[in-house]
């Protein structure tokens, strides 16, 4: 079965330090990790996806199949980050994507 | 292109009572998958629509149903509402023939069971 797990609901880091969200899955196949991004008063939206490799808004998640882990970081948290994050699984060409429960990040002047 | 918009906005019912909630997609996705957020739960998955298709759904009970129409606008049915139905309800469609799997959100649809 597919499970997402994101251990932390809230993380508060100050502005300038390193931020790290995790995010674990569980998937007998070849799976695709996403983090997507809510922001107050905004819909949900894709922050960034694995196999794309990119780094978006300073945003980094690399994808470790032997932990079985896709952690968010950024090496400087900037105030505009604190949002709702949300980790996301879907099996390759399965159109079934869970969420974990998300982290609440509040990035502190 | 529009984004996926859902009707209504805000609800606000009673226990017992049903509601039906609606979903247009972006023009030209065929997928409609609907999503409960709570606080404390997260986003939870409720089911997903392919070409008026059942494709999957998640661990909810009977009283939450959906079905999908020919021009892919979707909805979503709750009968016998309880109070801990009250959530955010959020649609997402997605482009079933792009090679990655992304999808994109409405605003979601506030529902209070009083």
């Known amino acids: 079965a597919q499970r997402v797990t994101q251990p932390e609901k809230l993380l508060s880091v100050f502005k300038g330090a390193p931020v790290e969200l995790k995010c674990n899955y569980s998937?007998?196949?070849?799976?695709?990790l996403f983090w997507y991004v809510q922001y107050s008063r905004q819909r949900l939206q894709l922050l960034l996806r694995?196999?794309s490799r990119e780094s978006i808004k300073g945003f980094t998640a690399d994808l470790n199949k032997g932990e079985t882990s896709f952690h968010l970081k950024k090496p400087f948290a900037q105030e505009e980050d604190s949002a709702m994050y949300y980790c996301?699984?879907?099996?390759?060409?399965?159109?079934?994507?869970?969420f974990g429960a998300g982290t609440r990040l509040t990035v502190k002047p | 292109k529009a984004g996926v918009t859902q009707t209504p906005r805000y609800l606000i019912k009673t226990r017992g009572q049903q509601v039906t909630l609606s979903c247009s997609p972006i023009?030209?996705?065929?997928?409609v998958s609907w999503y409960q957020q709570t606080p404390g739960q997260g986003l939870q998955f409720l089911f997903e629509?392919?070409?008026?298709?059942?494709?999957n759904k998640g661990n909810f009970p009977g009283r939450f149903s959906g079905r999908q129409f020919s021009n892919s606008r979707s909805e979503m049915n709750v009968s016998t509402l309880e109070l801990g139905d009250s959530a955010l309800y959020l649609c997402?469609?997605?482009?079933?023939?792009?090679?990655?799997?992304?999808?994109?959100f409405g605003p979601g649809t506030r529902l209070t069971v009083l």
């Open positions: 997402a469609s997605r482009n079933a023939g792009a090679t990655y799997n992304e999808q994109f």
């Open positions: 998937y007998s196949g070849s799976p695709e």
């Open positions: 694995h196999i």
């Open positions: 996301a699984l879907s099996g390759y060409n399965n159109n079934d994507m869970r």
């Open positions: 023009s030209g996705h065929r997928s």
């Open positions: 629509y392919f070409s008026e298709t059942q494709r």
